[in-house]
Structures are given as structure tokens and as C-alpha cells.
């Protein structure tokens, strides 16, 4: 078989078992921009309805986190919040009053998982892009916050699919649309009312010159194990295209969740 071609049928097969239902991608470009008619949803705790697109205007009133809004529309121009340019939107509320929020008070998506409302934003500080995930406590939010290796992804949520001690997870789900670009994601895991990303898993691949793909198996997946979470990491790269000479590795650990917690570690497992 072609090197080419054998790669290219690996990478389906790996793609195709870790596939998840279509979700809406998020992404940094303007093209993410939220839309005229879209219900949006706030993310900070008093965040200010202004009467006008800057910082310096009347507010009209002062929103709880959780709290949609309707865009009708954005400015031109941005505003630099949590390190990134956002533009502020013109938003419906409470399908009367009219007035404008900057873009980064405004979370991505709300997700709920075992009747808690989520809720997602970006933010950065210095180089490094993290995704932050609120939900609301006590009258107040709750964050966590995990590092991003690509900012275009899509979130999905599953139950505990077999973990003991789980109440469900997120799965942070990158679109790799170019070689080399990270298109793995990040499990985030719910636990007695916590949040906790857990694990990032690298998918890398430059067709038929080399892949690099890990995942987990669940107990509740085709080929899982009761009680245990299999790590699975393989690798492949050409040698010689003229004779089709190429390498290929795999790699299986089993894991545990124990008191919140992956053992062994994941980060030093994935490091190996």
C-alpha cells in the first residue's frame, strides 16, 4: 500500500473512532463574530448595558452573569478586553431596552450538564490563550480556567461514560485545519459539583510524512475496560517514500480516577 495512502486511511480510522456530534466552532477570527438575532449570554457579574458603544457612557443597567441578551448588531471599531480586541454589540434586553456591551463580557456558549448552566469565554495574558468556564454558585461564579494549544474548537458534553466518581465531562474539540496544527482537545471533568480539565491530547499529522495521535477509551466505549480509562497514543512517520518504509508505534496505559484525580498523572505519562 501506498505510504500516502496508508497514512491517509490511518488517520480516518483514528478520526472516525473519536468523532462527536457537529457542535458550533468558535474561533478568534471576526468570521465567530456573533450574529444580528443571536441569544447571547453574559459572563462577568455586573456587566454594564451602556447607552452607547464606549466605555464612557451612560449605563443603563447592570447585568448578572447568565443573563441573554439579542444582538442586533457591532461596531466597526474594538476595544482591548482580557487581551484581545473586541468589538462592542448592540444588544437587546428583556426584548425592550436597547444598548451596547463589549464582546468579552459575553460568553461563547452556554452548556448545561447535570442541570448547571456553563458558560465559556476566552481570555489571555501574556502569549498564552485560555478558555475560562464559569458557573454560577451561591450567587456568585465559580471559574476554571485551561490553557489553549488551538483556539478553534467546538464543545461537547458527555455523561461519565463508565468513570466511577464522574458526573459527566466536557471535551474540547480542535478543528485542525492545516498540517501540524494541534487537532486533538482538552477533557474537562465534572466531579461532586467541581470542574476539572484533566487532560490535553495532542492529534498532529503531516500527510504521509509522519501522525501523532493520542485519545482515551472509556469504559463505556467499544474496547474499554470496566473502572479504567485507556490512554492510547500512537505514532507513525515515513522513512523512505521510494519503498514505502515507514514506522509506526502504539502505546496503551490504563488509568484510574481516584479522589478527583487521574492516576497516574497525566501530564507525566504524556510526556514519555
Not at 456591551?101 to 456553563?118: H, V
Not at 490512554?231 to 490504563?254: P, Y
Request: glycine share 8%; hydrophobic share 35%.
Amino acid at each position: 500500500m501506498n505510504t500516502k495512502v496508508l497514512f491517509t486511511a490511518l488517520t480516518f480510522l483514528i478520526t472516525s473512532s473519536f468523532t462527536i456530534a457537529q457542535n458550533k466552532y468558535h474561533c478568534l477570527d471576526e468570521s465567530c463574530a456573533f450574529k444580528p438575532g443571536q441569544q447571547v449570554y453574559v459572563f462577568g457579574n455586573d456587566v454594564k448595558l451602556r447607552s452607547k458603544p464606549s466605555a464612557e457612557s451612560e449605563v443603563l443597567d447592570l447585568l448578572k452573569i447568565g443573563e441573554s441578551v439579542v444582538i442586533v448588531g457591532k461596531t466597526a471599531f474594538s476595544w482591548p478586553y482580557n487581551g484581545f480586541d473586541s468589538f462592542f454589540y448592540e444588544v437587546r434586553y428583556n426584548n425592550e431596552s436597547t444598548g451596547y456591551i463589549l464582546g468579552g463580557l459575553l460568553a461563547l456558549e452556554r452548556i448545561k450538564l447535570n442541570g448547571i448552566n456553563y458558560y465559556f469565554a476566552y481570555s489571555k495574558r501574556h502569549k498564552k490563550t485560555f478558555l475560562n468556564i464559569r458557573h454560577v454558585e451561591n450567587g456568585d461564579y465559580v471559574e476554571v480556567k485551561t490553557p489553549l494549544s488551538n483556539t478553534t474548537f467546538s464543545i461537547t458534553t458527555y455523561d461519565d461514560k463508565g468513570v466511577p466518581g464522574l458526573d459527566g465531562m466536557f471535551y474540547i474539540d480542535y478543528l485542525s485545519e492545516a498540517c501540524g496544527v494541534d487537532g486533538g482537545g482538552i477533557y474537562v471533568f465534572a466531579h461532586n459539583g467541581l470542574l476539572t480539565p484533566t487532560a490535553s491530547l495532542t492529534k498532529v499529522s503531516d500527510a504521509g510524512v509522519y501522525f501523532h495521535h493520542e485519545r482515551f477509551i472509556f469504559p463505556a466505549d467499544s474496547g474499554g475496560l470496566e473502572d479504567k480509562i485507556l490512554f492510547k497514543k500512537e505514532a507513525g512517520e515515513m522513512l523512505d517514500e521510494a519503498t514505502n518504509w515507514t514506522k509506526t508505534s502504539v502505546e496503551i496505559r490504563e488509568l484510574s480516577w481516584i479522589d478527583g484525580q487521574l492516576v497516574p498523572e497525566f501530564e507525566e505519562i504524556s510526556a514519555h
